[in-house]
């Protein structure tokens, strides 16, 4: 039925909850009650109870998992034979009445109570999410002996050390006791580390619970811890309460985990390098300054020989930790910039491809306008490959270069806005028609300052009609007032429009056009740009007679 029935789990979700606030009422308001025998036995029979209760359902959920998803049936059944384990002890602690507090506590039911953490250990790292590189692996066995060691220290100098000497407990008795805390807070820590949370979203709730869970038996392991070394009854509230409400929490994570794989799909993806919580940097760096301190504090006991082993072990570990921490560092640092190198490779490449694209559309617009006024045919590229040539004479190259071809190549966009009459008239333009004529540099400027990739080309377009004494149009610039591609451009235009036919005109000769262009140097055109020509053309015959 709770394998078929995910209303059924979610009702059973539901109750639980509601159990836990009902218990946490009812059992912290009987821990106030005047201590008896009969309130004793409820207590120590709820302990065993509700730790049976745990071990058997937790081994049935490991069941009904794996008949939903194998992946995740190893890691419940540790956890559940983890508390297989507390049970043992639990049982074994109430048929031999080992009491509370105030005599030496059984090495055998301890020791079933610290088997309880290898086993749940094992649980945690078998789930799919907590796969992780070798490096990862180290960094976490450093930070886990820092929390070992850190709260071994904290515990063992505040609450057993000072008893020792009094002569009031063995030690190897209050070792078992001290290592269920300190395996506690190890336990909370991990589960935090691997931050299922945000490795699975779906599964954070359930997750959640299982650390509020260990976060409890923390407490009441503290608490119990408490009880035995200083005898007193009251902190029996924190011990009595809290194992109880952990593994009510426990089962709690089951339901809701068995509830979310019935429900959601569970994406199985490896813990990534970045992968902690912010929890679990406290926990860590916390317990260790708080270690390091209270043994600073101890510098005055040097016959104690634990604190001439326990500051070196400490500072070592954290140097050591702090030492993965800077190499993996280093190592995110590397692989963010080959990241980062290979972005800008692509970055490089799309752009050069999307240009490309747009330089044919270019091409393609180029030839519909020469469609339209076939006494052009042919001069766009003409034009664009020649101008491109004598740029680089005058250092005009990378970016800037390309954006000159393309406003060679979109030197007359401007004449779309020209009327036909006007635009194909086979002979000369009146005084009229001239002025709209010479409105086309207008007309280029409006369609392409408004696009971001054109805009840089509009130098030709909108200037190449200027003329070196001020007479052309549409500003009436002047000498070098006129930008240097326009000025190229302008002399190339004109030895290109006059070396080919025209339907009103025959095609000059290339001398005559020649002579026409240094005849008007100075005039129309600039004097440097009209040498450089000249040179460029006796260097260059295939476009003397191109």
Same mark, same amino acid.
């Given at each position: 039925?709770?394998?078929?029935?995910?209303?059924?789990?979610?009702?059973?979700?539901?109750?639980? $909850?509601?159990?836990?606030?009902?218990?946490?009422?009812?059992?912290?308001?009987?821990?106030?009650?005047?201590?008896?025998?009969?309130?004793?036995?409820?207590?120590? /029979?709820?302990?065993?109870?509700?730790?049976?209760?745990?071990?058997?359902?937790?081994?049935?959920?490991?069941?009904?998992? +794996?008949?939903?998803?194998?992946?995740?049936?190893?890691?419940?059944?540790?956890? @559940?034979?983890?508390?297989?384990?507390?049970?043992?002890?639990?049982?074994?602690?109430?048929?031999?009445?080992?009491?509370?507090?105030?005599?030496?506590?059984? !090495?055998?039911?301890?020791?079933?109570?610290?088997?309880?953490?290898?086993?749940?250990?094992?649980? !945690?790292?078998?789930?799919?999410?907590?796969?992780?590189?070798?490096?990862?692996? $180290?960094?976490?066995?450093?930070? #886990?002996?820092?929390?070992?060691?850190?709260?071994? $220290?904290?515990?063992?100098?505040?609450?057993?050390?000072?008893? !020792?000497?009094? @002569?009031?407990?063995?030690?190897?008795?209050?070792?078992?006791?001290?290592?269920?805390?300190?395996?506690?807070?190890?336990?909370?820590?991990?589960?935090?580390?691997?931050?299922?949370?945000?490795?699975?979203?779906?599964? @954070?709730?359930? +997750?959640?619970?299982?650390?509020?869970? !260990?976060?409890?038996?923390?407490?009441?392991?503290?608490?119990?811890?408490?009880?035995?070394?200083?005898?007193?009854?009251?902190?029996?509230?924190?011990?009595?309460?809290?194992?109880?409400?952990?593994?009510?929490?426990?089962?709690?994570?089951?339901?809701?985990?068995? +509830?979310?794989?019935?429900?959601?799909? $569970?994406?199985?993806?490896?813990?990534?390098?970045?992968?902690?919580?912010?929890?679990?940097?406290?926990?860590?760096?916390?317990?260790?300054?708080?270690?390091?301190?209270?043994?600073?504090?101890?510098?005055?006991?040097?016959?104690?020989?634990?604190?001439?082993?326990?500051?070196? #072990?400490?500072?070592?570990?954290?140097?050591?930790?702090?030492?993965?921490?800077?190499?993996?560092?280093?190592?995110?640092?590397?692989?963010?910039?080959?990241?980062?190198?290979?972005?800008? %490779?692509?970055?490089?490449?799309?752009? =050069?491809?999307?240009?490309?694209?747009?330089?044919?559309?270019?091409?393609?617009?180029?030839?519909?306008?020469?469609?339209?006024?076939?006494? /052009?045919?042919?001069?766009?590229?003409?034009?664009?490959?020649?101008?491109?040539?004598?740029?680089?004479?005058?250092?005009?190259?990378?970016?800037?270069?390309?954006?000159?071809?393309?406003?060679?190549?979109?030197?007359?966009?401007?004449?779309?806005?020209?009327?036909?009459?006007?635009?194909?008239?086979?002979?000369?333009?009146?005084? %009229?028609?001239?002025?709209?004529?010479?409105?086309?540099?207008?007309?280029?400027?409006?369609?392409? =300052?408004?696009?971001?990739?054109?805009?840089?080309?509009?130098?030709?377009? +909108?200037?190449?009609?200027?003329?070196?004494?001020?007479?052309?149009?549409?500003?009436?610039?002047?000498? =070098?007032?006129?930008?240097?591609?326009?000025?190229?451009?302008?002399?190339? %235009? /004109?030895?290109?429009? #006059?070396?080919? %036919?025209?339907?009103?005109?025959?095609?000059?000769?290339?001398?005559?056009?020649?002579?026409?262009?240094?005849?008007?140097?100075?005039?129309?055109?600039?004097?440097?740009?009209?040498?450089?020509?000249?040179?460029?053309?006796?260097?260059?015959?295939?476009?003397?007679?191109?």
């Amino acid at each position: 039925m709770l394998q078929k029935s995910p209303i059924f789990i979610s009702r059973l979700k539901n109750f639980l $909850i509601f159990l836990i606030i009902l218990f946490s009422i009812v059992y912290g308001a009987m821990a106030f009650f005047p201590k008896s025998q009969k309130i004793n036995i409820i207590f120590s /029979t709820t302990l065993v109870s509700m730790s049976c209760i745990t071990a058997i359902v937790l081994l049935v959920f490991s069941k009904l998992i +794996y008949k939903i998803d194998k992946k995740f049936y190893t890691p419940w059944f540790f956890i @559940g034979l983890a508390y297989l384990s507390f049970a043992m002890g639990d049982i074994l602690s109430h048929i031999f009445n080992i009491p509370v507090a105030g005599k030496p506590f059984s !090495i055998i039911v301890n020791l079933f109570y610290i088997i309880f953490y290898p086993l749940f250990f094992m649980g !945690i790292v078998n789930f799919p999410f907590a796969s992780m590189s070798k490096k990862q692996r $180290i960094n976490l066995f450093l930070e #886990l002996a820092v929390i070992l060691l850190s709260m071994g $220290i904290i515990l063992w100098n505040l609450f057993v050390k000072p008893y !020792i000497k009094e @002569g009031k407990l063995s030690s190897l008795i209050t070792v078992l006791i001290v290592a269920a805390p300190v395996c506690d807070a190890a336990l909370l820590w991990f589960i935090l580390k691997l931050n299922f949370k945000k490795k699975s979203p779906l599964l @954070g709730k359930s +997750y959640l619970f299982m650390a509020f869970g !260990i976060f409890m038996l923390l407490l009441s392991d503290t608490a119990f811890l408490y009880i035995v070394i200083i005898e007193k009854e009251i902190w029996s509230l924190f011990a009595f309460l809290g194992y109880p409400l952990s593994q009510m929490l426990i089962i709690l994570s089951g339901v809701e985990f068995i +509830y979310t794989l019935k429900e959601k799909e $569970i994406i199985d993806e490896p813990m990534k390098r970045e992968s902690y919580s912010f929890a679990s940097i406290i926990i860590a760096y916390s317990s260790f300054f708080t270690a390091f301190i209270i043994l600073f504090l101890n510098l005055k006991e040097k016959e104690d020989l634990s604190f001439f082993i326990f500051i070196p #072990l400490i500072v070592l570990l954290g140097f050591l930790r702090q030492l993965s921490s800077i190499l993996e560092n280093k190592k995110l640092f590397e692989d963010l910039k080959k990241s980062h190198r290979w972005l800008e %490779d692509q970055v490089e490449e799309k752009t =050069e491809e999307l240009y490309h694209s747009y330089d044919e559309t270019l091409y393609i617009l180029s030839k519909a306008l020469e469609l339209r006024d076939r006494e /052009t045919q042919g001069h766009t590229v003409r034009l664009a490959e020649i101008t491109v040539e004598l740029s680089k004479i005058f250092g005009i190259n990378g970016y800037e270069l390309e954006n000159a071809k393309r406003g060679a190549l979109l030197h007359d966009i401007g004449k779309m806005g020209i009327p036909d009459n006007i635009l194909l008239k086979p002979g000369p333009l009146d005084e %009229d028609e001239w002025k709209i004529m010479k409105k086309h540099p207008l007309f280029a400027k409006q369609l392409l =300052e408004n696009v971001s990739f054109l805009k840089p080309s509009l130098t030709i377009p +909108y200037y190449h009609h200027e003329r070196w004494d001020g007479s052309g149009y549409p500003e009436g610039l002047k000498g =070098e007032d006129i930008p240097l591609q326009a000025r190229v451009f302008a002399v190339l %235009d /004109t030895w290109d429009a #006059l070396t080919h %036919d025209r339907p009103y005109r025959s095609a000059w000769s290339k001398n005559l056009a020649l002579e026409y262009i240094v005849s008007n140097s100075g005039i129309k055109f600039d004097p440097e740009v009209v040498k450089k020509f000249l040179n460029f053309l006796k260097e260059n015959n295939s476009y003397f007679n191109y």
